[in-house]
């Protein structure tokens, strides 16, 4: 096996692993596990500032 065959093969490996993360990322199944994370951030925010609130209420 010469240098050339080894890099036509990885190169196959890695355009075959590449679509299969693209089908992975882009699959209807998953999407509303990735909605509910991206949506866990803004919730984050909210909790944050209410457990402020209740912080200052609390000191006062």
């Not at 036509?8 to 075959?16: C, G, H, K």
């Not at 803004?42 to 609390?58: F, S, V, Y």
């Amino acid at each position: 096996m010469d240098q050339g065959l080894v890099g036509s093969i990885f190169t196959v490996i890695v355009f075959v692993a590449f679509i299969g993360a693209c089908w992975w990322a882009f699959s209807s199944r998953n999407k509303d596990k990735f909605d509910e994370v991206a949506n866990s951030i803004i919730g984050d925010e909210d909790i944050n500032d209410n457990n402020e609130l209740r912080n200052k209420d609390q000191e006062s």
